[in-house]
């Protein structure tokens, strides 16, 4: 890369390197008439300043780190959309970085944000991650941070939430209010906290409903896919219980299981009725449109790099800073899939 | 952010900085014990090389400037995972800019990529975009440069593309081969290089055959949206000009054409063929499945990352650099919407 320097700039004017330096800072110490050379010429020189020499002296690269577990993904691709709008009005740029739902990735990557002296970090953990070394780390060493979605509440650090009890709670409620008498949830992994919530949720709308909790009613999804839906369809039409009504983990599984019941000819929400999560913008293209809980995502992106600019504003002052827990609403949204007559 | 210096190590071993320093990186001056005790303190006291020190010594970041027209879409969604994983395993670090289609945004960001001394873009222009000052700029800069998929033919830069004619081409020839004897074509915006590819190539596709070309069967699309393919299907319908196949610029819109034929109750392909272009993940779920072409998305971003990565390490080596351009292949995808018996 050609790059033109101070002392080019310098020399071509016969002035001092010292003097075009601070005539491109404006110093009020340099002639308008010297100042207007140097921006002439810089211009003309296509002039840039060394971000590097300029990170070294301000101590701020300008730069945030984003660890997300995947970037195709509709939830997902909306937040870094809220992210990456919110970080260019405030001049941040954003790296982005993949884990894969792999904590050994996601190591590497917390490591290689560090080295690189980000400005913060904000993350939506793996699912194989919790209260891991790594994450301490970035507390220790003071690095602002958020995490959103995915997170261990363990960490404490600033966090943009749902409450996804109270949401899998008012999913499961609407398949009771429209007559389902036996409730079928598809789970997440072991592991996320949104996969454990929601299922507490589905198992405290049970209790309030007085419906006993029925452990054969629970299948746990091993990937977080189209093709495990339709697996889970089969099952349940194999399993024979009775099932009318299931509540799953995230839309995309749930129009695995839809497709299937179409296929076979098993009428939704007639026979069964479904309702899903995350509101993907499928749902509502597909036959019969599924029922789903609208999750905040783009909201959920501006939300997190707020609080990880608050938390970088605040530590560059010397204030102490107290970590910050925002919660974002959600709401049940009534498609065909749960209509029953 | 508290850090640990090469001061605080010397001092605390009572040896001079230059030896810490040497080693740290493994001088041979420095001896074997003296270099144990400052990797030792080292890590204990979690000592991070300074990577902006580092940046202004070797002059590289070992970052690049991803900059695309919109992150929440299948296909740019699966081009950033395949160029951030290829850049990962080269050690570089991806920052991502979205351009959201506007010519003014899209400047101000190759600006700040520039700015920020990235050793490389990759870039697909926004729809206002062409043969412009600022991508002039980066190549005038010398630095490392690659146009994939939304490209301007007239920038003499490395590029990853598709044969928007010959696959445009394809997907009318097979709507032909159905028996389709009145195609009509809904096509991109109007600058775009790959809308008027694909335009070439259904007009070639009905040349081919003896089919004569009326610009009355082709609807020009304001948006790249579901709702725009709503509102043609209405207009196809109002039109009423014994229409039996329709070629879609892609499947997003496709499927808003679809969505309104299922609504009243057209039959697909019975009445109506369609063929998108793309291959999302949605075509495959919705009823009918719609037939498309699948164009490559992750291997298009890894061939971008490699073409940058060659171009990177030529320009390092002071030699010469040739760009080049990689063509990817496409193919039909037969499903459901274009299965007349």
Redesign the interface.
């Known amino acids: 890369?050609?790059e033109t320097t101070l002392k080019e700039i310098a020399e071509t004017l016969g002035i001092s390197i010292t003097t075009v330096s601070k005539a491109l800072k404006n110093y009020s110490d340099v002639s308008e008439k010297t100042r207007k050379a140097v921006y002439a010429l810089a211009e003309e020189l296509?002039y840039?300043?060394?971000?590097?020499?300029v990170?070294?002296r301000t101590k701020e690269?300008k730069?945030i780190g984003l660890i997300i577990p995947e970037?195709?993904?509709?939830f997902f691709?909306?937040v870094?959309?809220g992210i990456?709008?919110e970080a260019?009005k405030n001049g941040y740029?954003?790296?982005?970085?993949?884990s894969n739902e792999s904590l050994e990735l996601e190591k590497k990557q917390v490591a290689?944000l560090?080295?690189?002296?980000v400005d913060g970090i904000i993350m939506s953990l793996s699912n194989e991650s919790n209260n891991d070394f790594h994450i301490k780390?970035i507390l220790?060493?003071?690095?602002p941070f958020v995490q959103f979605d995915k997170i261990s509440k363990l960490i404490p650090s600033s966090k943009v939430i749902i409450n996804d009890q109270k949401a899998a709670m008012e999913a499961v409620q609407h398949l009771i209010d429209k007559g389902c008498k036996k409730i079928a949830h598809i789970r997440g992994l072991e592991n996320p906290q949104n996969s454990i919530d929601r299922f507490i949720g589905y198992k405290k709308a049970l209790e309030k409903n007085g419906i006993p909790f029925d452990p054969k009613l629970v299948y746990a999804c091993k990937s977080i896919t189209?093709e495990q839906g339709v697996v889970f369809a089969k099952q349940i039409i194999e399993d024979d219980l009775g099932i009318d009504g299931i509540f799953v983990i995230t839309d995309l599984v749930a129009?695995g299981v839809l497709?299937h019941f179409?296929e076979i000819g098993i009428q939704v929400p007639g026979q069964i009725a479904i309702i899903g999560f995350s509101n993907w913008?499928?749902s509502q293209?597909?036959?019969p449109k599924l029922s789903t809980v609208d999750q905040p995502n783009y909201e959920m992106g501006v939300a997190a790099f707020g609080l990880l600019l608050e938390e970088i504003v605040c530590?560059k002052n010397g204030k102490p800073f107290e970590p910050k827990i925002v919660e974002l609403g959600t709401s049940v949204i009534v498609r065909e899939s749960t209509l029953k007559k």
Request: proline letters at 2%; zero cysteines; hydrophobic letters at 50%.
């Open positions: 890369m050609k296509n840039t300043p060394n971000s590097f020499a990170n070294l690269s730069t970037v195709v993904h509709h691709s909306n870094i959309n990456i709008a260019e740029l954003v790296i982005i970085l993949q290689l560090i080295n690189k002296r780390e220790r060493k003071e690095i189209f129009i497709a179409n913008f499928v293209v597909i036959s530590r």
